[in-house]
């Protein structure tokens, strides 16, 4: 602290330099700021001044970070959310509310959690959930959240791992799919018909081989979609086959909603796991919840498991674990 208070002015610098950035003008900035431009011209000036380094391209249209301000602008931002989700949870404290930001995919939150939000809401009358989305393949940083759920192998120096399952796919439809499909406007049977694969985009990988035979005879037509959530529920709505994450389509395994397609499942190799940053003190109620989820997954998987034997999801289970 004592470094930044010695290369800087005043705070001010942080504020005028991020609000610039994010406005790409020094005229936006200072509208937001109730200065003049010249203002905040100056006040960058100060701050480049003082780090040695240029933050900003002037251009004719506006201004554009410089590989320094980019770095800059990162941590400020890091910064900037920190200081504002402290203010919340002091607010949320203050009235009796306790909120936890889980990164998760769109998937996962429109199939499983919104199928558990009653159940959860009796379990955790005081919780506010909040969400940072994830539409297509599950990664990303997780400093600005509780929990991020992802598919990883080990801890590493920043963040700790907490166990949820394997990471096991399948192809799923619903029912009516599977006993009879559309070809050319009429109904046939599921007998040498085209089946359709529902993708999401170019994020997932080969799943062919989970698929019987006769699916590929004649080839497949294929469905791309850029939201996991909205390819799970085209499965859901009967258009076709979707390569379905056991995490996510768990519950509509259980509840009959979609059922397997060719009654293969398949472990990737790697580990769903709960991530947090290891600087950032572990709350009762996330862990809570965090343990919370983790249980009602795991019931999923056994429910799945005795509803479809055939797919071998204890076999996998006993191997991954």
């Known amino acids: ?42 006040m960058v000036g100060r701050l480049e001044e003082h780090i040695g380094f240029p933050l900003f391209d002037r251009l004719p249209g506006g201004v554009a970070l410089t590989e320094p301000g980019r770095i800059l602008h990162e941590a400020v931002g890091r910064g900037f959310s920190g200081i504002e989700r402290a203010l919340q949870e002091i607010e949320d404290r203050r009235i009796g509310i306790e909120t936890v930001t889980l990164s998760v995919s769109t998937g996962f939150t429109t199939h499983w959690m919104m199928p558990h939000m009653a159940e959860l809401k009796r379990d955790f009358p ?26 990883v192998d080990r801890a590493d120096a920043r963040h700790e791992l907490s166990y949820i399952m394997p990471e096991i796919v399948l192809p799923v439809c619903s029912p009516s799919y599977a006993e009879v499909g559309v070809e050319n406007g009429r109904s046939v049977s599921a007998v040498r018909r085209t089946i359709r694969v529902i993708r999401l985009s170019e994020a997932e990988p080969d799943w062919s081989h989970l698929l019987p035979p006769e699916a590929l005879d004649p080839p497949p037509e294929t469905m791309d979609l850029d939201d996991y959530g909205i390819v799970v529920q085209a499965a859901m709505l009967g258009q076709g086959v979707a390569l379905g994450w056991l995490n996510v389509v768990g519950h509509g395994l259980r509840n009959g909603a979609l059922i397997p397609f060719g009654g293969r499942a398949s472990a990737t190799g790697r580990q769903c796991q709960f991530m947090r940053l290891r600087d950032k003190p572990l709350r009762p109620i996330v862990a809570d919840l965090r343990d919370w989820i983790t249980r009602r997954l795991r019931a999923d998987i056994d429910a799945v498991a005795g509803h479809h034997p055939g797919l071998g999801l204890d076999a996998l289970l006993r191997n991954t674990m």
Do not use: W, Y
């Open 1 to 42: 602290m004592r470094k930044i208070r010695l290369m800087l002015p005043s705070m001010n610098g942080f504020f005028t330099f991020e609000a610039a950035a994010r406005c790409g003008n020094f005229a936006r900035a200072a509208e937001e700021l109730n200065v003049t431009p010249a203002a905040v011209s100056r």
């Open 126 to 151: 005081k919780l506010e959930l909040r969400f940072q989305l994830i539409m297509s393949a599950l990664g990303g940083p997780v400093h600005d959240v509780d929990l991020g759920m992802r598919f």
